[in-house]
């Protein structure tokens, strides 16, 4: 059975792109899907939520361009973790396979125009709630971006010409092979049930150290060694360990 795959982005241009690209392929193992969500968190709650509710998929694809805080190449890079500006709270996002540098995003809940206002090298409007929605549906997902504008009053004005161009750069050819590696050897669900009966933890216990095991495994970070030698911690200080361990 061929397994759908959703590719979600903010403007019609870029889905558009997408879309010509993909149809140079004839696939016997992918249904090929796109969703438009428009610019915004919320349009991307509403309008990601209500499609993943009504349609069955197996594995969401959200590219589209991002601001940067200073000129750089327009390469495209993928997001493993992604920092609400708003609340500072931290999303980590699942590395299923790799096809660009791992970079950390700023998510905002408006369109920046002074650099001032956000840490992060790199922003958009949209990927917290990207994964915030795929997280809650427990579908896979990937999120890419391509680096298009600089953060500043600019950011309001788009150039159709360029962001074409920029978008015509994503090789789809390797998101395929990778999407055919990961659904062939789609790995078996993680057993947490060896963690949850050595520290008697509760459901909401369970949840966290699910939670920071994934922070783990983006942060390549060795979970198994990591019990090993904090496993005679009481459950209060090994979960509090885990969630204070950093990437380097």
Known sequence: MKKNILFVSALKLELDVIKEQ????????????????????????YTLQDYLTKNEIDFVVNIWVCGVKKETNKKLFQVYRIKNL?????????????????????????????????????????????????SKKKIPYIILKI??????????????????????SFDVSQLISDLQKFFYFLPMEKSFEKYKKHFSLTFAETEILKKNYYKFQAFHIDFEAF?????????????QLMENTKDE
């Open 147 to 168: 680096p298009f504008d600089t953060i500043s009053e600019a950011s309001k004005k788009v150039d159709i010409s360029e962001l074409k161009q920029v978008m015509q």
């Open 22 to 45: 993909i149809s140079q392929y004839s696939e016997k193992d992918f249904c090929f899907k796109f969703l438009l969500t428009g610019v915004g968190n919320y349009n991307v709650i």
């Open 86 to 134: 708003a609340n500072e709270k931290e999303a980590l996002v699942p590395i299923y396979f790799q096809l660009g540098e791992l970079i950390s995003l700023g998510s905002s809940e408006k369109i920046l125009t002074n650099q001032e206002n956000t840490w992060e090298e790199f922003v958009d409007m949209e990927s917290f709630w990207i994964d915030f929605v795929c």
């Open 227 to 239: 019990f090993e030698e904090n496993k005679m911690k009481t459950k209060k200080e090994f979960l």
